[in-house]
């Protein structure tokens, strides 16, 4: 994972030279960057299994209440997640380590 936001960082220097993708800014902004694409990836697999869920229960396999009881975890779980992404977006927006992407 490290290696591939290092690459997405690097391969971007010959278009934004100007905002500098020096080794200082791969070093502070890596960080945070990857702990935004770690929180994403759980959101992703959390609505992954919500979709089953809704499948499930669209075919019958979960009864209406069972799905209400795992939207309803679902909801504070994502909502709990995004509040953290956000922050970290946050963060990194005032390390300026989104400018140039």
């Known amino acids: 994972m490290r290696m591939l936001i290092i ?10 030279q100007r905002y500098g993708y020096t080794k200082e800014y791969v070093e502070r902004c890596t960080p945070v ?4 694409l770690s929180f994403q990836k759980k959101r992703t697999r959390l609505n992954s299994k ?9 075919s019958g396999d979960v009864s209406l209440s069972d799905f209400q ?16 992404v956000n922050d ?11 400018a140039a992407l």
């Open 7 to 16: 690459a997405l960082l690097l391969s971007g220097c010959a278009r934004h």
């Open 33 to 36: 960057l990857e702990e935004i």
């Open 50 to 58: 919500v979709e089953r869920a809704v499948k499930r229960m669209q």
């Open 69 to 84: 009881d795992i939207r309803e975890e679902w909801t504070e779980l994502e909502n709990s997640l995004a509040e953290t």
């Open 88 to 98: 970290l977006y946050d963060k990194a927006r005032e390390m300026n380590c989104l």
